[in-house]
């Protein structure tokens, strides 16, 4: 049952204001909006939906009582692959069917997730080219400044679940949709990409002991440039780093966090390790830390920061 990525995100928030301005500045195009919602793209064809905490149609929620991401919907590759997730998980939970053909239900944490076949958009972008000694890939040609990011696509979500179950709870997407496991924690959680994605992680599960919790969505961007220029543009805005820049040590990107009014941290992410099924899991008896390095970090958890925004 080929999952290749995030097809959409949703969130419930208290302040539609702020959150459309937060994705505006981000780098997002909205595609709708108005006062009851709004929807923005990425290149990637993938949806940010944002609607009113108190909108109907939203799943519950472990952490629902605040702004917050409310449904992970992952994109399948076929029609069989999507009614092949509908007879797995039909085994032992509901699962709803929407008019357009999504499926949704609840992993074993209590987070909605629903999905859907896939449409992504072809992206036509440059790999970066840099210059060394004689070898120069950027040959008469200079670095433009850049007045904002532009996210490509919607790479991964990171949430905190329980460390009580928690293992049934990341066995769940192992096992029953078929994810991939790259490196695995002991003392920390589980990085997961799905069957068609190389990406070192689409989904993180961070086991804590506090309730579960949505931790993070991360945007690619094309290279640390992008990173620095966008979170300077937004920190010109009014909006809160979470960290420093700094490049990560377990999937190797690099990355920025900011704080979302809607709900957890976004995270601009850059080169991140890319793996095939010939990569070995790696299993770890203690996390080997939050980041190779990091700019006035003078010390990192060794963990993604937990969601602090209680908006
Ligand atoms: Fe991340």
Redesign the pocket.
């Known amino acids: 049952m080929p999952i290749s990525r995030i097809e959409s995100l949703v969130y419930g928030i208290a302040d539609m204001a702020a959150g459309i301005r937060y994705f505006e500045d981000w780098g997002l195009k909205a595609v709708e909006q108005g006062e009851r919602g709004a929807v923005f793209d990425t290149p990637a064809g993938q949806t940010i939906r944002l609607l009113p905490i108190d909108d109907p149609s939203l799943p519950a929620a472990p952490d629902g009582d605040r702004s917050t991401a409310r449904q992970t919907v992952w994109g399948v590759d076929s029609v069989d692959d999507l009614e092949a997730i509908g007879a797995e998980l039909s085994k032992d939970r509901d699962v709803a069917r929407a008019s357009d053909g999504t499926l949704s239900t609840f992993d074993d944490s209590g987070f909605s997730i629903g999905f859907t076949v896939t449409q992504p958009t072809a992206v036509q972008v440059e790999a970066p080219r840099v210059n060394l000694n004689e070898n120069s890939q950027r040959l008469n040609e200079v670095v433009e400044a850049i007045p904002r990011a532009a996210p490509l696509r919607l790479g991964?979500v990171?949430f905190n679940i329980s460390k009580d179950g928690g293992d049934r709870a990341v066995a769940f997407y192992l096992d029953r949709l078929g994810f991939r496991l790259s490196d695995r924690t002991l003392t920390g959680g589980d990085f997961m990409r799905c069957a068609g994605s190389r990406d070192h992680h689409n989904l993180f599960l961070l086991q804590r002991d506090d309730r579960p919790a949505f931790n993070?969505a991360?945007f690619e961007v094309r290279d640390f440039d992008e990173i620095m220029m966008g979170g300077t543009f937004m920190r010109g805005r009014g909006w809160e780093p979470e960290t420093t820049p700094g490049r990560h040590i377990l999937g190797s990107n690099l990355?920025w966090y900011f704080r979302n009014p809607c709900g957890g941290n976004t995270?601009y992410?850059a080169d991140m390790d890319c793996m095939d099924n010939d990569w070995e899991p790696r299993i770890w008896d203690k996390s080997p830390g939050f980041a190779l390095w990091s700019i006035d970090g003078p010390v990192q958890p060794s963990s993604?920061p937990a969601a602090s925004s209680d908006s």
Do not use: I, S
Request: charged share 10%.
């Open positions: 991964h990171v993070h991360a990355y995270e992410f993604p």
